[in-house]
Structures are given as structure tokens and as C-alpha cells.
């Protein structure tokens, strides 16, 4: 079970009763003045509980004049010139409420003793980290669903994986054994020159082995290649490791997304980050 996807006035919009939201994923062509009167419109036919609007910076007044606030942002998002401003309103109040607050503040301290630390542990010898081919979609697709309950995004589907993989997704992997153990993915946006590095996950028994460290540092200079200038990620707030992984990189911290993202069960708040390549 995942939202779906759909275009409403030259905009890309993911929504549904999954993540219960919408998501403005891409502006495009669409007027914001035109489109937001839609958003709003849809989230009452449907009772959803959150708007949540990726947008360059140039065309966000229309979004803050009609009640909405930035939560995060990336500079130089938009082919290495223009901010993206992530911008959230609650059609219903209480979503808006993170009763653990606290605890993801305190975990943002401690991450941030770690930034620019770099990678800590080498790679296993025994472990092999290699580009992921169609011909792995099927292993891909178990450890998702092993690793993730739930995701906003279909990655426990095999014919999604190929799908991606064939179009804008990179997938990275790293086997031990001839065994696929760990995985990540650059969903990389040529047109704006940025990319997406998410969909880390490592099988419960091979865990602590600092493999997303190593995913991470080789997917850089891969998505160099195919001229993106700015990576960021969306990362789960209350997941110290992997706020952490990207802390030790070079990724700056760009806000926090609240009540976002229905991932490994429930909905939880994110953390942006964001790195120049």
C-alpha cells in the first residue's frame, strides 16, 4: 500500500491515506497561486491531515501568504543556483504536535559532534560494494521489506525497483558472500542537477558495520558523472545512525519535516540534509 501519483496543473503531486498528506514533489509548470487553492481543495475531499510543498525559493510567497511555514530548505537545489524551500501547512492541527520532541533534539546534539568526522570503520574485507543490476531486483526487494515495515515509496515491490533503476534510480549494494546484505539509491533529477541519496538499509545481522557510511561515499562520485551539483537527503529524525552517516560526510543539517513520513510503521518527523557535490 503506497499514495499514488498525479499531476495537477503541470505539478507533480504524491497523496493519499499511506503518509495521510500530500506532497508537492515537483512545481513544474504549475501557477502556485492557481495550484494551492487545489491542494487545499483536495486535502479536505479526502480528510488529509498535512500539506507538504517542495518548491524553489522564487515562487514560495504564495505558499507563506496562505498559511503555510517553512520547515527546511536546500541551497542550491535547483541546478547549484536556487534554494528549495521545503513548506508545510496542517489542515489538522495536532499533526502538527512532535511529542518527542526532545529526544530528536538531543540526538541532533550528539550528531553534530560528529560532523565532517568522515567514514570511521574500513570495509569488511569480506564485503564487495558494487552498482545493483535488474538481474538483483528480486534480493533488493526482500530486504526492504525485512528491514521496512513500511515505506512512502513501493521499494518492496520488484517491479518498482526496475522500474526506477531504468529510468532515474541508482541502486548501490554491497554483498557478502554473493549475498546482498546492504542497499542505497541516488534518485538523481538531471534536469535539476540534484539528487536523492536514500533507501539505506542493511539486514538486522550484518548491522553495525558502518556500511552506509561506505554506500554513501561511493554513490558521490557516480552521480558527479551525470553532472548533479547538490545531494541531499530526507532522513528519519528519531534514527541516530543515519543522521550521523551524513554528518561525518559533509552534510549540513536543513531543517526537520514534522509528522512527515510513514516509514517502518508509523508516521515519523525527518531531518533534511544537504551537501555541493
Request: aromatic content about 10%.
Amino acid at each position: 500500500m503506497t499514495d499514488h501519483i498525479e499531476n495537477i496543473l503541470g505539478a507533480t503531486i504524491q497523496h493519499g491515506t499511506y503518509n495521510d498528506r500530500i506532497y508537492l514533489m515537483k512545481l513544474g509548470t504549475a501557477d502556485p497561486a492557481r495550484l494551492i487553492p487545489r491542494l487545499s481543495a483536495l486535502a479536505h475531499r479526502n480528510g488529509y491531515s498535512k500539506i507538504f510543498a517542495k518548491a524553489p525559493a522564487s515562487k514560495a510567497r504564495p505558499f507563506l501568504i496562505h498559511d503555510y511555514r517553512e520547515e527546511a530548505s536546500i541551497p542550491g537545489f535547483y541546478n547549484g543556483k536556487e534554494e528549495a524551500l521545503f513548506l508545510c501547512c496542517y489542515p489538522k492541527s495536532n499533526r502538527k504536535n512532535e511529542p518527542m520532541m526532545q529526544i530528536l533534539d538531543d540526538i541532533m546534539v550528539s550528531t553534530r559532534e560528529r560532523q565532517n568526522a568522515g567514514i570511521q570503520k574500513k570495509l569488511r574485507d569480506d564485503a564487495t560494494l558494487r552498482a545493483c543490476t535488474e538481474t538483483d531486483v528480486e534480493a533488493m526487494a526482500q530486504i526492504y521489506a525485512q528491514v521496512f515495515p513500511s515505506y512512502p515509496f513501493p521499494i518492496h515491490d520488484p517491479d518498482y525497483l526496475l522500474e526506477t533503476m531504468q529510468s532515474h534510480v541508482a541502486y548501490f549494494g554491497i554483498e557478502i558472500d554473493g549475498r546482498l546484505v546492504a542497499l542505497s539509491s541516488a534518485e538523481m533529477d538531471t534536469d535539476g542537477q540534484n539528487v536523492e541519496m536514500t533507501d539505506f538499509a542493511t539486514l538486522p545481522e550484518f548491522c553495525g558495520n558502518g556500511f552506509a557510511a561506505h554506500l554513501l561515499a561511493a554513490m558521490e562520485p557516480e552521480v558527479i558523472k551525470h553532472g548533479i551539483k547538490t545531494a541531499y537527503t530526507i532522513a528519519r529524525a528519531a534514527s541516530p545512525g543515519m543522521n550521523i552517516t551524513f554528518a561525518r560526510l559533509g552534510y549540513s543539517y536543513g531543517g526537520r519535516l514534522i509528522n512527515n513520513t510513514q516509514i517502518s510503521g508509523h508516521i515519523e518527523s525527518m531531518n533534511v540534509w544537504h551537501k555541493p557535490l
